[in-house]
């Protein structure tokens, strides 16, 4: 089988929220992925609005949600308690919500990990949203490094997939220890999935392997669900999702 997960950072509830939602929605079911992993996802304390839910039921898939970055929002025109943390849909296990280490001026970061339940040989899931700005690469690279330690020390000989937005391209000096240790998935330039108030394209989302004995491998990797500055009309995100097919060894 060809494993297909998707990643895609969700924007909160910024932009045109009520109409982004079933954009995503059906941009994520045309894809048909077995996996997915979603960041921001806002959700109101009261739970009347909950991206998270609305996407699973939406897929007909699973949900492990792990709330995060509580704090009031502006949600139709009103301050609201809500969340933004980061949710996994799929036939998996859950194994740890991983508190990371914090940066003064970015707040809670959390990662998730989990173990894929359907068939195949056994693989690791690490799903992660580093801490964003300029001055927090010393704290993306203590957070990545805590991160691939432990799903080491878990997964050991077996396969592994590392998804999200890393807020940092992948030769940035923060994702050293990724590069130390596992493969990026797919093949030439690692595609643009955010762009700044210049128009520059950055690669912030990334998925990473470490194939293990069990060997499972990248397939193809491609960005999905087009994301923009701004919030024109039709956008789902202001990140594109990026998708990941992976194969298992003699597929």
């Not at 929605?25 to 909950?50: K, M, N, R, W, Y």
């Not at 240790?181 to 797919?186: N, R, Y």
């Not at 394209?201 to 923009?228: E, F, I, K, S």
């Amino acid at each position: 089988m060809r494993l297909r997960l998707v990643t895609l950072n969700t924007w909160k509830c910024d932009g045109a929220y009520r109409e982004r939602l079933p954009r995503m929605a059906a941009g994520l079911a045309a894809l048909q992925p077995h996996i997915v992993l979603l960041q921001e996802c806002f959700a109101t304390a009261d739970g009347s609005t909950h991206t998270a839910r609305a996407l699973a039921d939406a897929l007909g898939l699973p949900l492990w949600e792990t709330p995060a970055r509580a704090k009031p929002r502006l949600w139709q025109g009103h301050g609201v308690h809500s969340h933004a943390g980061l949710a996994l849909l799929g036939d998996c296990e859950p194994v740890q919500a991983l508190a990371l280490p914090p940066h003064p001026h970015d707040g809670e970061r959390v990662a998730q990990i989990a173990r894929w339940r359907g068939p195949g040989p056994a693989l690791w899931i690490g799903h992660v949203h580093l801490a964003a700005g300029a001055d927090a690469s010393a704290a993306r690279l203590q957070q990545c490094q805590h991160l691939t330690d432990r799903l080491q020390a878990l997964a050991q000989a077996d396969s592994a997939v590392l998804g999200g937005d890393f807020n940092a391209e992948p030769q940035a000096p923060a994702l050293a220890p990724l590069r130390a240790g596992w493969q990026l998935a797919g093949q030439g330039p690692t595609p643009a999935t955010w762009w700044n108030a210049q128009g520059q394209g950055l690669a912030l989302d990334h998925w990473w392997l470490r194939p293990g004995a069990a060997g499972w491998q990248a397939h193809t990797v491609q960005p999905v669900l087009q994301g923009l500055l701004g919030d024109p009309a039709g956008l789902a995100s202001d990140h594109s999702g990026l998708l990941a097919e992976l194969l298992p060894p003699n597929a």
